[in-house]
């Protein structure tokens, strides 16, 4: 079965340094992998998503994630964080008949001044 | 677009009342998805649809919990009786697969309240 595993499930950094939120995959086939990202109290929003096309996946606000499939991985990277980057992030799988989606346990990501 | 539509937005019922959750999806999609999310399980897909036929509903926590798509642009989500184990965020999304993947949209969510 597919699953995902967020490796945080918090991570703090402060405005304008890097963000990591790492992310590792196990799948029996080539993946459809995405990352989601929810504002509190709000729905869930599609930052980007990777279907077995470039590895190097940019999304929307500067966010970026690499499929890396030697390390079964899919990090979020994002050169500089910014205070409403501020929200929880999941890595998300589609299952194998790619109806389904496997959401991992989410990391909360906060930025300080 | 207006993207997923969910009614109500909030919703406080007391035990054992009746609860129906409502969602509109994007035009023109033909999947409908109804998620669970608590603090204590994350985020759990309860049913899909597949062009208003029930696909998968395992996710369905029990007999009290069932699901209707009457037609392409409605769906509801009904809780009877209801308990206070029931309280969380309910969302809906939907999305039209194409190129092997499948990219939901989600609606903004009803928090439900079961005092």
């Known amino acids: 079965a597919q699953s995902v595993t967020q490796l945080d499930s918090h991570v703090s950094v402060s405005e304008g340094t890097p963000v990591l939120l790492r992310c590792n995959y196990s799948?029996?086939?080539?993946?459809?992998l995405f990352w989601y990202v929810q504002h509190p109290n709000k729905g869930l929003q599609l930052l980007l998503k990777?279907?077995?096309?470039?590895?190097l996946v940019k999304g929307i606000n500067g966010f970026e994630a690499e499929f890396k499939k030697s390390e079964t991985s899919f990090h979020l990277t994002k050169p500089s964080a910014h205070m409403s980057d501020a929200a929880e992030y999941f890595c998300?799988?589609?299952?194998?008949?790619?109806?389904?989606?496997?959401f991992g346990t989410g990391t909360r990501l906060l930025v300080s001044p | 677009d207006a993207g997923v539509i969910q009614s109500p937005r909030h919703e406080v019922t007391e035990m054992g009342q009746e609860v129906t959750l409502r969602c509109k999806p994007i035009?023109?999609?033909?999947?409908l998805f109804w998620y669970r999310q608590t603090m204590m399980r994350g985020l759990e897909l309860l049913i899909y649809f597949n062009n208003n036929v029930p696909i998968d509903d395992s996710g369905m926590p029990e007999d009290r919990f069932s699901a209707k798509m009457p037609n392409a642009s409605f769906s509801t989500l009904k809780i009877q009786p209801s308990e206070p184990r029931d309280s969380a965020v309910y969302f809906c999304?939907?999305?039209?697969?194409?190129?092997?993947?499948?990219?939901?949209?989600f609606g903004p969510g009803t928090r439900l309240t079961v005092l």
């Open positions: 998300v799988v589609s299952d194998a008949g790619f109806q389904k989606l496997v």
């Open positions: 035009s023109g999609h033909d999947y």
């Open positions: 999304a939907s999305s039209l697969v194409r190129e092997g993947y499948n990219e939901q949209f």
């Open positions: 990777y279907t077995s096309a470039a590895t």
């Open positions: 799948s029996s086939y080539s993946p459809s």
